[in-house]
């Protein structure tokens, strides 16, 4: 794809590919095997740099996105009687991890010390000490999700003014919203 894009004289684009560290289920991807496919991409060099995240959407999604499990909210997304199950056996599915600040670097340091290429620092990332905490820890660059989904001017904001902190509290209310319009229940920013 590179070659294509630079053979038309299109501007350099990046390439890069999202890993999953971990999937936070018993028998899913450990850290060690996603070491391993880290360091066959680096070998590979078709990658500028590596986006590192953890979790299954599907079967853990807690395990990414950390704080509050909107249970009541993913229920009110669906209909009778898939409702009344997310009601009832809502807590085993969104099950409860607690936010903090960065929460994805302790497992993404191992890749740091492991890789010599760029990579991408996400979970977390939401004021200006926290992106300035991953640098020195020799992330290349960081990725925002669901602050940005809650101001979608963030960046300017802190680019404007360092001690900018986002007003997302991590409800996670944002995410039963992907059945209908992504949006910030809290803001009401669209996806």
């Given amino acids: 794809v590179r070659q294509e894009v630079e053979r038309d004289g299109a501007a350099a684009i990046a390439v ?32 500028d740099a590596i986006e590192l995240t953890a979790g299954s ?39 409860a991890y607690p936010y903090r600040d960065a929460f994805l670097m302790d497992d993404a340091m191992a890749f740091r010390r492991e890789l010599t290429m760029p990579l991408i620092l996400l979970g977390g990332i939401t004021n200006r000490e926290t992106m300035d905490a991953a640098m020195r820890a020799g992330f290349d660059f960081v990725a925002m999700g669901r602050a940005l989904l809650a101001e979608p001017d963030l960046i300017n904001r802190i680019a404007t003014d360092s001690s ?5 509290d991590h409800c996670n209310k944002c995410m039963p919203t992907i059945y209908s319009r992504t949006h910030c229940v809290v803001t009401g920013a669209p996806g």
């Avoid at 599907?58 to 409702?83: Q, T, W």
């Avoid at 900018?164 to 997302?168: A, K, T």
């Fill in 57 to 95: 959407s599907l079967v853990n999604p807690m395990y990414l996105f950390r704080g509050d499990s909107p249970i009541k909210e993913f229920a009110a997304a669906f209909k009778p009687p898939l409702r009344w199950g997310m009601r009832m056996t809502g807590t085993k599915f969104l099950r």
């Fill in 16 to 47: 890069t590919a999202k890993l999953n560290m971990a999937d936070g289920v018993r028998g899913g991807i450990s850290i060690e095997e996603a070491l391993q496919t880290a360091r066959w991409l680096q070998d590979d060099g078709g990658l």
């Fill in 164 to 168: 900018v902190r986002s007003v997302c």
